[in-house]
């Protein structure tokens, strides 16, 4: 494949052409090689031959694994400057927005795949907001002290960082009931579903952080469960509707250089350094894993039902924990080095 697409940005278009058809030979299921030969031959002034085969790959025909969208749209900007006295600072700001219908191969909504369209929506991987600031400012206490002790010990000293700023992942809900295909359903839209911060008296843990109102979304109807093509079947809500908790993030450290008398004619220095992550100890909901929220419906949930908190006629406590903040990142951490 790259061969073909280097012979592609040279023009030579029927070599590209050769090398991308001895690639299907090999693997006569790859979308992406039918296509190449297709652009190739379209190119080269050739005849088309496999422009039906990648009619196909491109219409989703089940002889080919379902194709996904991937759309983003961002805006970067950097800044860098040396301020002056003693501190330089660099910032740098993203806004995107990434919009597909399958956030992998392996990603699936397990909800009518057959329609993936259905599921276009903004990706799994989608940070809206990111900002990311670095900068070193030298401290400019007892640098001209008359005391050699005084400059030595208290002046010389820097503080640098690393600050980060940015938006939640996206969380997706889904009912915990099967529909009439075998595969899962979404929640549906009870009223106006957003973000609504609290604190609820958890029995096990105590006062725990919520992130929506459970009771906004509910679970699907009966009729709902049915492959009957009609509206809301298999469930309301879109794809990744809400956005979970971003991360506002210090890591700072405080060193300083002292020259050492050893080695002669050469210098040499010995660095001291106090730094700390999280530094404010500020708590930051989420994990490397996802957004952390407890999003979704018990199966027990009655069909067309809030998904909050509730007891069933029998006493079975249901949905207990939905809506909660289920992890969160790392408190302060504290390291010397020399």
């Not at 900002?131 to 401290?139: P, Q, S, T, W």
């Not at 809400?242 to 700072?252: A, F, Y």
């Not at 199966?299 to 509730?310: E, K």
Request: aromatic share 10%.
């Amino acid at each position: 494949m790259d061969l073909g697409l280097f012979y592609v940005r040279q023009r030579d278009y029927r070599r590209a052409t050769q090398v991308l058809e001895r690639g299907v030979n090999a693997n006569p299921q790859s979308p992406f090689l039918l296509l190449g030969v297709s652009l190739s031959q379209l190119l080269s002034g050739q005849q088309v031959e496999s422009v039906e085969t990648s009619r196909k790959v491109l219409k989703l025909e089940p002889d080919f694994p379902p194709a996904q969208l991937l759309m983003v749209y961002a805006l970067q900007a950097n800044f860098r400057h040396t301020v002056g006295k003693g501190l330089t600072l660099q910032a740098s700001y993203t806004w995107s927005h990434a919009i597909d219908d399958a956030s992998s191969t392996y990603s699936r909504t397990g909800v009518d795949d057959s329609n993936l369209s259905r599921w276009r929506a903004t990706s799994d991987m989608n940070r809206t907001q990111v900002l990311v600031m670095n900068y070193i400012y030298e401290l400019p206490f007892f640098t001209k002290s008359r005391s050699g002790a005084a400059r030595s010990l208290l002046g010389g000293w820097k503080v640098s960082g690393i600050t980060s700023f940015f938006t939640g992942a996206p969380i997706n809900f889904g009912c915990s009931l099967l529909s009439g295909i075998g595969e899962g359903v979404q929640c549906n839209s009870l009223g106006k579903f957003q973000i609504k911060k609290g604190v609820v008296n958890d029995p096990e843990f105590g006062p725990t952080p919520t992130w929506f109102d459970p009771n906004t979304i509910g679970q699907v109807t009966l009729a709902q469960l049915r492959a009957d093509g009609q509206l809301g079947m298999f469930g309301t809500m879109g794809r990744n509707v809400l956005t979970g908790p971003g991360r506002n993030n210090w890591d700072m450290a405080l060193l300083k250089d002292f020259e050492l008398p050893w080695f002669g004619a050469e210098r040499s220095r010995l660095q001291f350094r106090w730094e700390t992550f999280n530094t404010f100890n500020h708590p930051q909901w989420g994990s490397f894993g996802g957004p952390a929220v407890n999003a979704g419906c018990d199966s027990q949930t009655p069909p067309g039902s809030p998904c909050g908190p509730a007891m069933l006629p029998d006493g079975t406590p249901i949905n207990l924990r939905n809506g909660q903040v289920n992890a969160a990142w790392p408190a302060r951490i504290m390291q010397f080095g020399l």
